[in-house]
Structure formats: structure tokens, C-alpha cells
């Protein structure tokens, strides 16, 4: 059974940078692609950034291209999601999500293991 913890967000203000986590149990992240989405109240949950397994495809969103970054530590089957000059519209809880195979990818119903998410709030 793959269970993936984030840990990471908080209460921040406009500027500001947050590292997010996400540890995976039950399965070898080396083997597969990791993605990071979010969900900002009343809205739908949308695709932020996502890695390929070995980490040489990355992909990110247009709204946070040059803001966050994705990346993966396989020795600690950990994926990260750092993101600097935080914006009040970046507000919502962040997901991590294990791809069904070995690439990154922006399509949601690709994932087929999800964490509980952890709330990002960006003050102005």
C-alpha cells in the first residue's frame, strides 16, 4: 500500500519561500514519476509541477514556471516542491501524487497514489 506524507506548507507572507516534502512508503519513487498539485478553495485542483523518475523530465505549470522547482531524492524516496516569491494566489493545499508509471505528467488521472495535502497560505 503506497502512502505519501506532505509536510512543509504554512502561513507565509507575499515573497516569502516554503520547501514542501513528500515522503513515500510502499513504494520506490526511483521507479516512478511524482507530480504536485494544488487546490485553492472553490476551486479545482490543478496541476503544479511533476518529475520523471529519474528526474530528467521536469514540468511545471505556466503559473509558477521561474518560481518553484521539483525535485526528487530517491536514496530518501523523497519529493520536493521549493517555492520562492510566494503569491497570495498560490494560496490552497498542495498535493503530492505518485505517477502509475516512470514519467512526469500534468494529467491528473494519471496518479494512482495521493497524499493527505498541506495548506499553503500566503498572506499579501
Known amino acids: 500500500q503506497v502512502q505519501l506524507v506532505e509536510s512543509g506548507g504554512g502561513l507565509v507572507q507575499a515573497g516569502d519561500s516554503l520547501r514542501l516534502s513528500c515522503a513515500a512508503s510502499?513504494?520506490?519513487?526511483?521507479?516512478?514519476?511524482m507530480g504536485w498539485f494544488r487546490q485553492a478553495p472553490g476551486k479545482e485542483r490543478e496541476f503544479v509541477a511533476a518529475?520523471?523518475?529519474?528526474?530528467?523530465?521536469?514540468y511545471y505549470a505556466d503559473s509558477v514556471k521561474g518560481r518553484f522547482t521539483i525535485s526528487k531524492d530517491n536514496a530518501k524516496n523523497t519529493v520536493y516542491l521549493q517555492m520562492n516569491s510566494l503569491k497570495p494566489e498560490d494560496t490552497a493545499v498542495y498535493y503530492c501524487?505518485?505517477?502509475?508509471?516512470?514519467?512526469?505528467?500534468?494529467?491528473?488521472?494519471?496518479?494512482?497514489?495521493w497524499g493527505q495535502g498541506t495548506q499553503v497560505t500566503v498572506s499579501s
Open positions: 518529475i520523471s523518475w529519474r528526474g530528467a523530465g521536469i
Open positions: 501524487a505518485s505517477h502509475a508509471g516512470w514519467y512526469g505528467d500534468p494529467r491528473m488521472w494519471e496518479y494512482d497514489a
Open positions: 510502499g513504494r520506490t519513487l526511483s521507479r516512478y514519476g
